[in-house]
């Protein structure tokens, strides 16, 4: 079930989760995450994991490893001793321009498992948490976030780390 007290809106994320998600020698093992309307930040300390956050939102919606400026592979994103790593970002669905709501429904679930062994694997689900295997490939994600005009290598709508260094160091 989707939980978000952010106004519903195509696209926009309620709950994404984040399971066997590593990136140097942090784990994050289960994160919930409600977003708000418009803009949200992530903070904390050094090492806390909000670069893993945003990597695994951004793989989990279409990028690229390379693209998230962190890592060459999506292998590297895959908790040392783990044989995979799953991500699930829910997006609402409703109003007139919903991606065939007569068989997702008010949410849509995509889920991006990334495996030593077979590289990556695709999964939608429906608003009650029912496989959509008509959808549940790459082209299908790419139907759906181009429908919800979603584009996790955009550093317009994802601010990176690297990213933001260029930014910052950027003389106007």
Not at 18 to 24: A, D, R, T, V
């Amino acid at each position: 079930m989707c939980i978000c007290v952010a106004d519903e809106c195509n696209g926009r994320a309620c709950q994404p989760k984040h399971i066997n998600k590593h990136m140097g020698s942090n784990s994050l093992l289960a994160l919930s995450m409600h977003h708000r309307t418009h803009v949200n930040f992530v903070s904390g300390t050094n090492g806390s994991g909000k670069s893993a956050v945003l990597q695994g939102l951004q793989c989990c919606l279409g990028a690229t490893a390379k693209s998230t400026g962190r890592a060459a592979s999506l292998e590297h994103f895959i908790r040392t001793g783990a044989d995979d790593a799953k991500v699930q970002v829910t997006l609402w669905n409703t109003g007139d321009d919903a991606y065939m709501p007569h068989v997702l429904g008010e949410t849509v679930t995509i889920e991006r498992r990334i495996s030593r062994r077979n590289n990556t694997a695709w999964k939608v689900y429906d608003a009650r948490m029912r496989p959509v295997p008509d959808l549940s490939n790459r082209n299908g994600i790419n139907n759906i976030l181009d429908c919800f005009s979603v584009n996790a290598s955009n550093p317009l709508a994802v601010m990176t780390q690297v990213g933001g260094s260029v930014v910052r160091h950027t003389r106007g």
